[in-house]
Structure formats: structure tokens, C-alpha cells
């Protein structure tokens, strides 16, 4: 016996398949042995067809779907077949043990209204996004080459994870809770949909400046060219290119209306204000803070001369037990020197060329590849 459950959904709404409160891959294949339940899904007035086992493609189409329906004159209802596992079991049994009215009232049984399940189909497919958008970030060198950072986004990607999971496994039960809820205006249960992850992620981000562009901006750096570029895709394009060179630690870029040229350095050079078309990076952003200068602050000691990079002038800070922040100084008539600096007392004031930081960063990058 065969019982199918239709939701057909108008332009704004969209499809959740809800089946008892396995995970719904494994429930479905469940049902394929034990009935003969609709496995397949489409667009009415559209070609996409899909098998509902497959839950990468169910999200992919449905992110077509959601962007075509919120054209006006482009909407594709949907249509959504569906049915609880549970259900078909009680139905089963009443079959063989009791009167066709108890089947009836199967029938007549509640099942998840329309907001309910146009909220859960927005909320899983933008659990889905937040998680690519997670997973995505892990590639990025600042989380990708720091062992404690990388292990701050694992935490979100499993959180997200767990949500996504939740959703799968939702059962009958939930959903009219959540419908409830709807209702009551408490929507804490839609995260993603709240923004909630896409919030941490960028929060996450945003507190380590390692994943900053660290572009100093309106600053010109001449010396020694390594390598020169004639054309690359604005200052990540450089920076780009100076990551994927193992001689390059510093790199210069030039924008006009005719160049837009990249310089890569094998060391630093005296760094100066210079206008807007120009702009000087590192090759590895770290949690220093580019084209500032911690004014005032300095220990009782004299500056160190001669050092050659913002990280050695770190190394310096880090090898004396008064130290706890540090200005290194590129340009003359201070180039190359490293002041050694307190916790506090200074104040941040914009010096081209100049480049400061802490004693030690919160998520040192140990893990750059050699």
C-alpha cells in the first residue's frame, strides 16, 4: 500500500523532505525497502529532477531554485513529495489490525504547514552555504598555516555541521514545536538563517590580523627588484605572486591607468609615503599592524640598529623580559631599527613605513609551508 504526502509550494516558499527522524539519507533508503514511497522531486515549468538520496544535489538545486523563484516573473513552484516513516509503519499495522476508519485518521493527522517548512528549507540551505563558507576559510594561509587558528574554525565547521545534522534528523515532533515557535516569533532555532554563522565566521576572522590584505597603502618601496611583473590582478595579484616565490619576502606594487606592476624583494627596503597609486606587503601576513607606529612607550633601552624585518624586530621583543610590544622602522632616518617597546603608554599614530606589533602574535603562523 502506498501513501503519498503532496506539498506543492508557491513563489517564496521552498521544499524540505521531513521522514521520521533518521538521518535522512539512511532513512530514505530505509523506506526504499520497506515501500514503495515517491523518490524524486521537480520543478513545475522547470527541467531539474533529482534523487532525494543524493543531499549535496538537493541543496545545489534548490540555491537555482531560491534564486528563480525571487524573480517575479520567473517563479517555479515546487513540488515535494514526502511522508514519515513512522507514519507508513502505523499504517501498516492499522491495515492488519483495526478498521479502515483508524486509517482514515491517519490521513486526518497534522502535518507541517507551509511557514514551518519554508523556514526549515531556507535554514538548511544556508547551514549548507555557512558550512562551504567555513570549510573555505580553512584555506586561507592565516588559518591554513596556524595549527591554533586553524583549530578555532574545526570548532565552527563542527558547530555548523552539527546543525546541518540536527536538520537532517528532525522529526515530526520538532517541527510542529518549531511551528509553534514560529508563531511565538522565537526563531532561535534558524541560525543560519539569523546570520548567526556567517556572524561568527567574520567575528573569527576579523580578530586575527593575519587575515588582513596588510596592504600598506599610499607607500612606495624602492631598492633591488628580485622579480618584476608587468601585469598582475591589483595587490592581491602581487601578493600572490610573491607567496608562490620562494626569494620574495616584500613586495611593491605600482597601479596607474597604464601599469599595473608588481616588484618582488628579497628583503626590505626603506619604505616611504608616497600617493595613492602606490602600496607596499609583506608575503606573509601576520598580527602586526602595518603603516602604524606605537608612539612614546619605549623601554629604558636604546633602539636596536640593524634589523632586518618587522619579524626579527618581534624576535627582539620576544628575547627581553620587559618587552611586550615592539615598532620596527623602515624608512630613514631610523631605517632597520627596532624599538623595543611596554604594554601600554603609547599611543597608535599612521608613520609610513613604519610597522609594530606584540611580544607574541595570538595565532603564530607555524605550520608555513618551506
Known amino acids: 500500500m502506498a501513501i503519498d504526502v503532496a506539498a506543492s509550494m508557491s513563489y517564496g516558499e521552498g521544499p524540505f523532505s521531513v521522514s521520521g527522524s533518521a538521518k535522512f539519507h539512511d532513512q530514505m533508503s530505509k523506506m526504499t525497502q520497506t515501500t514503495t514511497q515517491t523518490q524524486w522531486m521537480s520543478y513545475e515549468g522547470g527541467t531539474t529532477e533529482f534523487h532525494p538520496l543524493n543531499t549535496t544535489k538537493m541543496a545545489d538545486s534548490y540555491h537555482e531554485w531560491w534564486k528563480n523563484v525571487q524573480k517575479p516573473n520567473e517563479a517555479k513552484p515546487l513540488v515535494m513529495y514526502f511522508r514519515s516513516y513512522y507514519d507508513l509503519q502505523t499504517v501498516s499495522y492499522y491495515v492488519d489490525k483495526t478498521a479502515s476508519s483508524a486509517i482514515a485518521a491517519i490521513f486526518q493527522a497534522g502535518q507541517p504547514s507551509p511557514t514551518v517548512i519554508n523556514y526549515l528549507t531556507k535554514e538548511y540551505a544556508m547551514t549548507k552555504m555557512a558550512l562551504n563558507s567555513v570549510q573555505h576559510a580553512k584555506n586561507f594561509h592565516c588559518v591554513a598555516w596556524s595549527s591554533s587558528f ?90 600572490a605572486h610573491c607567496e608562490n616565490d620562494p626569494q620574495c619576502v616584500v613586495f611593491a606594487w605600482f597601479n596607474t591607468k597604464k601599469f599595473d606592476q608588481c616588484y618582488l624583494k628579497s628583503h626590505w627596503f626603506p619604505a616611504t609615503k608616497q600617493n595613492a597609486v602606490y602600496s607596499v606587503g609583506p608575503k606573509h ?78 595565532y603564530p603562523l607555524d605550520m608555513v609551508p618551506n
Not at 522565537?186 to 586575527?208: C, E
Not at 626579527?312 to 623602515?330: D, H, I, L, P, R
Not at 631599527?337 to 609610513?352: D, I, N, P, W
Open 150 to 239: 586553524m583549530k578555532k574554525v574545526q570548532n565552527l565547521e563542527i558547530e555548523v555541521a552539527a546543525h546541518k545534522d540536527n536538520i537532517e534528523r528532525i522529526d515530526m515532533a520538532t517541527m510542529a514545536e518549531l511551528d509553534i515557535n514560529i508563531g511565538l516569533q522565537n526563531m532561535t532555532f534558524f541560525k543560519a538563517y539569523l546570520g548567526v554563522y556567517d556572524d561568527k565566521l567574520r567575528t573569527l576572522l576579523d580578530s586575527n590580523r593575519a587575515c588582513s590584505p596588510c596592504e600598506m597603502k599610499s607607500t612606495g618601496m624602492w631598492g633591488a627588484t628580485e622579480k618584476s611583473i608587468k601585469t598582475v590582478d591589483g595587490y592581491l595579484g602581487c601578493k
Open 285 to 362: 601576513c601576520r598580527c602586526f599592524e602595518y603603516n602604524i607606529d606605537y608612539f612614546y612607550g619605549d623601554l629604558d633601552t636604546p633602539q636596536i640598529k640593524d634589523i632586518a624585518s618587522p619579524e626579527a624586530c618581534q624576535k627582539q621583543c620576544q628575547e627581553n623580559g620587559q618587552c611586550e610590544t615592539w615598532t620596527w622602522v623602515s624608512d630613514a632616518p631610523n631605517a632597520n631599527q627596532c624599538f623595543l617597546k611596554r604594554a601600554s603608554g603609547y599611543t597608535k599614530e599612521v608613520m609610513h613605513g613604519h610597522v609594530s606589533g606584540p611580544k607574541h602574535c595570538p
